[in-house]
């Protein structure tokens, strides 16, 4: 699966920003995306996933309550929508899919076979 992640862009401090991952090659349906990000001078991070087996989304605590992963089947793309951003924020956000990903792994990067090429986010304060 191809994953082209976009949305990114110049936002000020308490705005929001939707991210948008779309899938070609096969259809999302049935498999596990994830959003990650990487803020300047830092590791990867989970962000969030839309975990398929259990049918519900799971988030990093510093974005719990602000952000929201959802998707459109018939589209085949995957959405964070992005509120009350902060500077902290500020990233390159990937979109990540896999169809073997189990719950104990989901926040770790390595169980992320397919990768988009990230868009980046900036939050001015």
């Known amino acids: 699966v191809q994953l082209q992640a976009s949305g990114g862009g110049l936002v000020q401090a308490g705005g929001s920003l939707r991210l948008s991952c779309e899938a070609s090659?096969?259809?999302?349906?049935?498999?596990?995306v994830a959003w990650f990000r990487q803020g300047p001078g830092k590791e990867r991070e989970f962000v969030a996933a839309?975990?398929?087996?259990?049918?519900?989304?799971y988030y990093a605590d510093s974005v719990k309550g602000r952000f929201t992963i959802s998707r459109d089947n018939a589209k085949n793309t995957v959405y964070l929508q992005m509120n009350s951003l902060t500077p902290e924020d500020t990233a390159v956000y990937y979109c990540?899919?896999?169809?073997?990903?189990?719950?104990?792994?989901?926040?770790?990067?390595?169980?992320?076979?397919?990768w988009g090429q990230g868009t980046l986010v900036t939050v001015s304060s």
């Open positions: 839309d975990f398929r087996s259990y049918g519900r989304e």
């Open positions: 090659g096969r259809t999302l349906s049935g498999v596990t």
């Open positions: 990540a899919a896999s169809t073997r990903v189990i719950l104990s792994s989901m926040r770790s990067r390595d169980a992320y076979g397919y």
